[in-house]
């Protein structure tokens, strides 16, 4: 298949699953995101507080399609947080149970973000009524399409020893992004950093279906790599054209 019917190093303004499927089988090495965690975060024209088994039967219809467009050994990561405290949801789990029918899984990683939201729980306090435990982290999924094997060719990014052990543990310890004011919810540079190096070659091409601020494709390219966002929110999907502009300027030149 020829890659100039792609959109490649394009941030698309539209519904995902609406563009996914103008996108061919089988086209697309890697796939790093974060999808909306369902907890009311006011994203502009998405509903961020759907019934909880509706939330799930969506998102599967992105995971399916993600599915589709990866090329044989690619992968995916998924960051994404459990939810709720009364009740608790444990998204990642209930991803998972659903995408194992389907993909390899790879393992979870555990993003120890070293920061608590507050520093008081909405429960009771120093009392064994209902208490509430307060969230220090979110995971990231990694799962694979056919096998854990990817195609062995391909020129890959240098390592130090120290990073690459770092980056192999399931445990990473990083901050959150805080810089970022014009998106509520932008996850740091160094988690699709690590996911990236980790798990494609240079000049793949990475997918994020919810790019929000452009990070997986501003860091996709800082790599080497190429890349295709999608975002629903025109005004995410400017700030994301504008944050990768100049990277892609360089490459222009």
Known sequence: MSESVLPINQIINGDCLDVMKTIPNESIDMIVTSPPYNVGVNYGNYNDNLGYEDYL?????????????????????????????????????????????????????????????????????????APSLRGLHEFIIVAGKGDKFFRKSGKANEWTKREFLDATLEIWNFSPETKLADHPAPFPEELPKRCIKLYSYIDDIILDPFIGSGTTALVALKLQRRFIGIELNEEYAKLARKRVEPWLNQIRL
């Open 57 to 129: 039967n969506w998102i599967n219809k992105v995971w399916d399609e993600c599915f589709r467009l990866l090329k044989h050994g690619g992968r995916i990561c998924i960051n994404v947080g459990d939810t709720g405290r009364n009740p608790y949801y444990p998204v990642h789990c209930d991803f998972v149970s659903k995408m194992r029918k389907k993909w390899f899984m790879m393992g979870i990683i555990i993003w120890n973000k070293q920061n608590c939201l507050s520093n008081t729980a909405w429960g009771s306090w120093m009392r064994p009524s």
